[in-house]
């Protein structure tokens, strides 16, 4: 099993335009979740998905942000328009029920 | 709401010394918690995972323990080597997210 895959593993860009984040689950997990970690609020969980569908979106900063999940095997977090402050490290994890949960490596995200 | 707290934020050993990290929780209704170990500038490892039924766990030189009832975990850890050197993350599962606690910063000094 390859584990939780992110892309890209880094990303530069420039205040106002829009980035996309990639992830892909674990096969057969049928949960989701988003978190960003930054140095001052460590990690926060933004969304989370059970069997494709948004559950919880509470953690969402802004409506900037959005995330969609449209299969079982992909999912994108999408922010527009960016700031500089939405620079973080934004994690993708996956489980299945109440067993262990994996995180993939993680999109580092500079937006200058 | 959920709040997961480490305690210490931050410890230095030499190499050898056997340690241990807590973690304390303030629902004692969770299904799960987890220990995860965390590189500089890398990804959360999953070390342990101790369900609610469970009291401990163990892993090599690594062992996790489990009090629901007082909200406490710990993680104890073994003839410390300079590898060990990380961020070490618990996580409590309350239903279906993992809420975490802030981290200890482990230094093996060799």
């Known amino acids: 099993d390859a584990g939780v895959i992110q892309s890209p593993r880094h990303e530069v860009t420039e205040m106002g335009q829009e980035v996309t984040l990639r992830c892909k689950p674990i096969s057969g997990h049928n949960s989701l979740f988003w978190y960003r970690q930054t140095m001052m609020r460590g990690l926060e969980l933004l969304i989370y998905f059970n069997n494709n569908v948004p559950i919880d979106d509470s953690g969402m900063p802004e409506d900037r942000f959005s995330a969609k999940m449209p299969n079982a095997s992909f999912s994108t977090l999408k922010i527009q328009p960016s700031e500089p402050r939405d620079s973080a490290v934004y994690f993708c994890a996956s489980s299945l029920q109440v067993a262990g949960y994996t995180f993939g490596s993680g999109t580092r995200l500079t937006v200058v | 709401k959920q709040e997961v707290t480490q305690i210490p934020a931050a410890l230095s050993v030499p190499e050898g010394e056997n340690l241990v990290l807590n973690c304390s929780f303030t629902?004692?209704?969770?299904?799960?918690l987890q220990w995860f170990r965390q590189d500089p500038g890398k990804g959360l490892t999953s070390l342990l995972l101790i369900q609610s039924s469970q009291r401990e766990q163990t892993s090599g030189r690594l062992n996790a323990s489990l009090d629901k009832s007082s909200g406490r975990s710990t993680l104890y850890i073994a003839a410390s080597q300079p590898g060990d050197s990380a961020t070490y993350l618990c996580?409590?599962?309350?239903?279906?997210?993992?809420?975490f606690g802030a981290g200890t910063i482990l230094r093996v000094k060799s």
């Open positions: 629902d004692s209704a969770i299904y799960n």
């Open positions: 996580a409590v599962n309350g239903g279906n997210k993992l809420v």
